[in-house]
């Protein structure tokens, strides 16, 4: 049982470059989210997806795109990667019964903009 | 602007003994709370949960309990074990549905 799959596990870019980190859930889950880790923040929510077709805005949605492509992919762009978006991305889906069903994690991808 | 607060970056305890890791928030408009554990190089897992309306919730050896008239929270670890070394993270929802996260405790079990 995978749970949630994020791609890439690390990531080294350019300022300016643009990639995609990809997540995918097996368990069927509605709510899809993207969170990045940070030194002393702690787990900032980027964006996320309640639902297949729907996406919202977090605390920290500027410098990021998200596409839900189908209920088991959600996926977050950079378009023009700056260093202050090092960082460590956590993807996450959650069932339905929201706050009753906890988010589960993927293992994260590290990302380092040169 | 942070609206869960762990002030404690880190905390040592030894084997056996009891762990008590912290929490505040600033809204009263959190109304269901969490606590997740981080291994490093692995994503967080959920570890327990209360809601507003209750003051204490136990599952085995880790109990949470909430003080809303102080907008704080604690989760206890009795006995603390070494792999009970992680970063633990508190959570809140309030009225929507995103979850606000803490800036983490690490916690060291020594033997």
């Known amino acids: 049982n995978a749970g949630v799959t994020q791609t890439p596990k690390f990531q080294v870019l350019k300022t300016g470059q643009s990639m995609t980190l990809q997540c995918a859930q097996d368990m069927n889950h509605n709510s899809m989210y993207w969170y990045r880790q940070d030194p002393g923040m702690g787990l900032r929510l980027i964006y996320y997806?309640?639902?297949?077709?729907?996406?919202d805005k977090g605390e920290v949605p500027n410098g990021y795109n998200v596409s839900r492509l189908n209920k088991r992919e959600f996926s977050l762009r950079l378009e023009s990667a700056a260093p202050s978006q090092t960082s460590v991305y956590f993807c996450?889906?959650?069932?339905?019964?929201?706050?009753?069903?906890?988010?589960?994690f993927g293992n994260g991808t590290r990302l380092t903009v040169t | 602007d942070q609206q869960v607060k762990q002030n404690s970056p880190s905390l040592s305890v030894q084997e056996g003994r009891i762990s008590i890791l912290n929490c505040d928030y600033t809204?009263?408009?959190?109304?269901?709370f969490l606590w997740y554990k981080k291994y490093p190089a692995e994503g967080p897992t959920f570890l327990i949960s209360?809601?507003?309306?209750?003051d204490k919730n136990e599952d085995g050896r880790f109990t949470v309990f909430l003080n809303k008239s102080a907008k704080h929270l604690s989760l206890h670890i009795v006995p603390s074990q070494p792999g009970d070394s992680a970063v633990y993270f508190c959570a809140a929802y309030k009225n929507t549905d995103k979850l606000i996260f803490g800036t983490g405790t690490r916690l060291q079990v020594f033997p």
């Open positions: 809204n009263s408009m959190f109304d269901y």
């Open positions: 996450a889906s959650q069932g339905t019964g929201r706050r009753a069903s906890p988010l589960h």
């Open positions: 997806s309640a639902s297949e077709g729907t996406t």
């Open positions: 209360i809601s507003s309306i209750k």
